[in-house]
């Protein structure tokens, strides 16, 4: 196992907006102890997507346990400080939004055509789009997507848990890198198998690769300007 424990790359600004987020986490995290059927009401459940629009967003903010929002909320604290850095508080907000309706727009046609997969083959197991999907991976996936284009070279200071306990610097390509891979695979693996996890791999894929994206492209653009104006 490798905790990103934190990341040598200095930033300009105070995170508001990823401190923000974390912190209203934690806190819809304590209210769904207090009240279990908050997610049932709010969790993102494919077959009603349309019909209850809001589910879109409000999963986002939604954890099934304190090893799912201490896990999503590290990564979150590690690399959501230099991508609000790099685009602004404003635009990271809307940004970390989008990356996370890709990732719940990914999941939702994963699991449609799974589905029509399982039904087709006569699978006798129950129908994936009644499971509900909940947790802020998606967006945080988009953070670490825009991440790894905007910073490869950055030093991730790693906890390594195996065999023996060590810490290690790795460049943020080859940590994220692996972690991308490994939503693939197994998201694959699950995909072809017709099998339920409860892990939302196609979530992480579809977020990881609008963060990715969106870094490409505000990084052309970025460049195109700062050229124009220095001519």
Do not use: C
């Not at 209850?52 to 690399?79: D, K, S």
């Not at 910073?151 to 080859?174: D, G």
């Amino acid at each position: 196992m490798a905790i990103p424990l934190r990341d040598i790359n200095p930033t300009r600004t105070f995170p508001y907006v990823t401190k923000a987020l974390v912190f209203i986490n934690i806190a819809v995290f304590i209210y769904e102890l207090l009240n279990p059927r908050f997610v049932q009401q709010y969790a993102f459940v494919p077959a009603l997507a349309w019909e209850e629009p809001y589910r879109w967003v409000t999963h986002m903010f939604l954890h099934g346990g304190v090893l799912h929002i201490v896990g999503n909320m590290l990564y979150l604290w590690v690399f959501g400080d230099n991508v609000e850095d790099y685009y602004g508080h404003g635009t990271f907000l809307l940004l970390y939004l989008f990356w996370g309706l890709a990732a719940a727009f990914t999941h939702y046609m994963a699991v449609e055509t799974q589905a029509s997969l399982m039904a087709a083959a006569g699978y006798p197991g129950p129908s994936p789009v009644y499971m509900p999907a909940l947790g802020a991976s998606g967006a945080i996936s988009g953070v670490l997507g825009a991440y790894m284009v905007l910073y490869p070279r950055a030093r991730i200071l790693t906890l390594i848990l195996f065999f023996v306990i060590t810490m290690v610097e790795v460049p943020a390509w080859a940590y994220i890198g692996f972690w991308f891979l490994y939503q693939l695979f197994y998201g694959a693996l699950e995909f072809i198998t017709l099998s339920q996890s409860g892990v939302a791999y196609f979530a992480h894929i579809g977020g990881f690769i609008a963060g990715a994206l969106t870094a490409l492209v505000y990084r052309k653009r970025r460049a195109t300007y700062y050229w124009y104006w220095t001519y």
